[in-house]
């Protein structure tokens, strides 16, 4: 099997990558590192180069370095092995969405958590007045939007309605969600959009004609979680309105507050 350090190419960054200005150092290099990896084709077990030739690869210090890898290895790309160094320890598609703002697939993964989805819709239209003001852009331009239900166990946790500009990715229109990751789809859009900061908001609520159908609680009692996020890139611009009904019983909002 190849190893990493024989298969590193030049770095290439996608035209305007990242705002410098915007973004932690040790963020780009956890970006940047993931990115040759990517392009390296590495996989699951191959040892990274040390971390002196990393941090010079980057021009980065080794306490930088150490951060952005401590970064990969919390969402499951790389691992730390005693006296060997760092090795690859899982796909490396959605390491670097790490702007604190997860998907529900996202979670359930690091969790460790079985999850399926059903598409009820995926689409391209023109946004309305209202969805332009809050995402930024003009009346009328073309809008990814896309309704699925998230299973976690085999059992409907969610229904979800997302709703994109599609001029920050444009793949959005062509790409499967019933199985891929909105925001590893992101970050490889040129230039990388990564979910940076989101206001969210939940009330509990009776759920609707259509809730009561897709989430099976005919005949229950059981309210849904309303839950509304407003997605901001690492721009700081609008990058996603996003409206969740979550089973009252099957779903925990949990949150820590200083």
């Not at 150490?66 to 691992?79: I, M, N, P, T, Y």
């Amino acid at each position: 099997m190849p190893g990493v350090e024989r298969g590193l190419r030049p770095l290439e960054l996608p035209r305007g990558a990242l705002d410098p200005d915007s973004v932690p150092l040790y963020e780009r290099a956890a970006l940047w590192l993931w990115e040759d990896l990517r392009a390296s084709g590495a996989r699951i077990g191959d040892r990274l180069p040390s971390e002196r030739v990393l941090s010079e690869r980057y021009d980065v210090s080794r306490v930088t370095l150490r951060s952005a890898l401590a970064l990969l290895a919390e969402h499951g790309a790389v691992q730390a092995s005693p006296s060997r160094g760092w090795f690859i320890a899982g796909e490396v598609t959605s390491a670097t969405s790490a702007a604190r703002v997860e998907g529900f697939a996202d979670h359930a993964q690091k969790h460790r958590i079985p999850t399926s989805t059903k598409m009820l819709l995926s689409r391209v239209r023109p946004c309305t007045v209202r969805e332009a003001q809050r995402l930024r852009i003009a009346p009328g331009e073309e809008l990814f939007e896309m309704r699925r239900l998230r299973y976690a166990n085999g059992m409907v946790v969610v229904l979800e309605h997302n709703r994109l500009p599609l001029a920050l990715c444009p793949a959005l229109a062509e790409t499967d969600f019933a199985s891929a990751s909105l925001y590893a789809t992101l970050l490889m859009a040129d230039p990388p959009q990564i979910p940076r900061r989101a206001e969210y908001a939940v009330e509990a609520r009776p759920p609707n004609r259509e809730e009561r159908r897709v989430l099976e609680l005919e005949g229950t009692s059981v309210p849904v979680l309303m839950a509304r996020q407003f997605t901001y890139s690492q721009y700081g611009y609008p990058l996603e309105l996003t409206d969740q009904a979550y089973r009252g019983d099957r779903y925990q909002f949990r949150a820590t507050i200083t």
